[in-house]
Nanobody, 119 residues
Framework: QVQLVESGGGLVHAGGSLRLSCAAS????????MGWYRRAPGKERELVAY???????NYPDSVKGRFTISRDNANNTVYLQMNSLNPEDTAVYYC?????????????WGQGTQVTVSS
């Protein structure tokens, strides 16, 4: 059994910053990709950022230059530093990980953490 536990969401004024964390625990042999998605009210889920085990990253244009993803392989943790936040970033943010156990590889999701940016 694998769990992803997120922390760090909250309320911030436009222009502010937040840092999200997500720790994976359980029966883990290797974590491949780790990332963050978000879902705003009335919108579809969208990719925010991902990072490979080797450290390669990817961002959509909407957050590029403002958000930075990083990971700590030794502690099975991924971080999302969010700067210059604006109200359009308001959403529930979900941690994601593709994890290899012993004999299987599956996708896992966190429970979500709310990020609210006020204007």
């Amino acid at each position: 059994q694998v769990q992803l536990v997120e922390s760090g969401g909250g309320l911030v004024h436009a222009g502010g910053s937040l840092r999200l964390s997500c720790a994976a625990s359980g029966s883990i042999f290797r974590i491949n990709i780790m990332g963050w998605y978000r879902r705003a009210p009335g919108k579809e889920r969208e990719l925010v950022a991902y990072v490979t085990r080797g450290g390669a990253t990817n961002y959509p244009d909407s957050v590029k230059g403002r958000f930075t993803i990083s990971r700590d392989n030794a502690n099975n943790t991924v971080y999302l530093q969010m700067n210059s936040l604006n109200p359009e970033d308001t959403a529930v943010y979900y941690c994601y990980a593709n994890i290899a156990g012993w004999g299987t590889t599956d996708d896992y999701w966190g429970q979500g953490t709310q990020v609210t940016v006020s204007s």
